[in-house]
């Protein structure tokens, strides 16, 4: 048991060393190596993501490499730069990357510093997801502006932040980065919006830096409604303090290509953090959601329920780990994988995993992959709801308990909006 409490405290360390000894094959190597040049980036002293990395295992990023990409001065928008109608809230804005203080309405309040990264009055903190991920030191080298919020001890944020990114024209390269302190006592609640135009194309890896500190309470809200073809790289890096509470939501309404890497360290006692998903995903669009939830401190409650329908040729991907450390005693961690296949060629790849270095404690996870409830679908027809309509509703109630969690009324609304029409369902739906 020592010898495994002693491996458990170097983890990320043990991470690092199997990247080192599996290299990229020379082909993935090259493509790397040129996209980091065409973005005038020194090589990265890390294996490019391939198939032989577990972390990468079910995650294509072929497309991702071979494009040319290009970080492109801000545009103007195509898409509404408020998409949430009626939603009463703090905003920036952010196209291609760049703050448009022309679309912005940033907080003037006491106790509360809000304004882009590049105004910041100090450099922000550094977390060091960028040592074991290629994309992530991508990031690290050529991060642009983003969001800088401190909220002092004790205040309240009166309403959302609201944070919209916007993909405007063909082959953008975007990095924006978001660094977020709540101090002791404090509450926010932030929306992390991003949207493109069906004609819009590009690559997005961002990164959100947030302290939650002592009796804080942050909740994170991720949205996601591209029409276009972008390939989006999310890296949310969350440290909690002791008696906090963390909850986001991962949701994706309309995306063609997202990756989600969602690293949380619990390291103050009594520290409570929820991390939900669903997503809809059609044609050959891709969904993956990597969670990595760190139990250094005992008393510490974790739960994570990622939910998916997939159809025709879409792709699903869940790999959750629960970390708990020698010294996380009595920690309660749950995870959950739930998952529709609704065509005979979507795929999903579901991978809870619990690691547990500590003799007292209450972790379970449960996975499961199945089609739609046809008892339930005849039941449905059998009282003169139509099939497709019976269809929508089924559907509509599995992802909807993920759904009804987003914090936000207007956003909540807005997204059920989106995830209906989606499917031509919102008739339905309605009536």
């Known amino acids: 048991m020592m010898e495994q409490a002693t491996t458990a405290l170097d983890f990320w360390d043990e ?62 928008p195509s ?49 060091a997801a960028h040592e074991d991920d290629w994309f ?94 972008v390939h989006l790289v999310h890296f949310p890096c969350i440290e909690q303090g002791r008696d906090s509470h963390f909850r986001i939501h991962s949701v994706s309404p309309q995306v063609h290509w997202t990756r989600h890497d969602l690293r949380i360290r619990l390291t103050g006692e009594h520290a409570e953090t929820i991390l939900h998903g669903c997503s809809l995903p059609q044609g050959e669009e891709f969904v993956d959601h990597h969670t990595t939830v760190d139990h250094r401190v005992p008393n510490c409650r974790s739960e994570e329920d990622y939910r998916s329908v997939l159809y025709d040729r879409a792709t699903g991907v869940f790999n959750g780990k629960v970390f708990v450390r020698p010294d996380a005693q009595h920690t309660d961690a749950y995870q959950k994988s739930a998952n529709i296949l609704a065509s005979e060629g979507a795929t999903i790849h579901a991978k809870p995993e619990l690691e547990i270095y500590a003799d ?50 207007e956003v909540r609304a807005e997204v059920e909006h989106l995830f209906a029409a989606r499917r031509g369902w919102l008739a339905g739906l309605e009536g």
């Not at 804080?216 to 409604?225: N, P, T, V």
């Not at 005849?378 to 969690?405: K, M, N, P, T």
């Open 15 to 76: 991470v690092r060393d199997r990247l080192k000894v599996t290299p990229a094959p020379a082909s993935v190597a090259a493509q790397g190596a040129a996209l980091a040049e065409s973005l005038g980036v020194a090589p990265i002293a890390l294996p490019v993501p391939h198939r032989r990395l577990e972390r990468w295992k079910h995650t294509p990023v072929g497309a991702l490499l071979r494009g040319a990409w290009s970080v492109q001065p801000a545009a103007a």
């Open 136 to 229: 992530a030191a991508l990031h690290a080298a050529k991060h642009q502006d983003g969001l800088f919020l401190e909220v002092a001890k004790g205040v309240v944020v009166d309403r959302p932040v609201f944070v919209h990114h916007i993909v405007e024209g063909e082959g953008v390269a975007a990095f924006p980065r978001h660094v977020v302190r709540v101090a002791e006592g404090a509450q926010v609640r932030l929306v992390s919006w991003h949207s493109a135009a069906a004609a819009s194309t590009g690559l997005v890896v961002d990164r959100w830096d947030v302290a939650v500190g002592d009796r804080a309470r942050c909740d994170l809200d991720q949205i996601e409604a591209l029409a276009g073809p």
């Open 360 to 409: 007292d404690v209450k972790c379970s996870h449960g996975c499961t992959v199945g089609q739609l409830d046809e008892e339930a679908l005849f039941y449905a027809q059998s009282r003169g709801i139509s099939s497709q309509d019976a269809h929508a509703l089924l559907v509509q109630a599995f992802i909807g308990e993920v759904v009804a969690g987003i914090g936000v009324e």
């Open 79 to 127: 898409v509404p730069v408020q998409p949430v109608p009626g939603l009463e809230a703090y905003r920036l804005v952010f196209i291609n990357g760049h703050f448009a203080p022309e679309h912005s309405d940033l907080p003037v309040a006491e106790g509360v510093q809000c304004m882009p990264l590049s105004a910041a009055p100090e450099q922000p903190w550094q977390a």
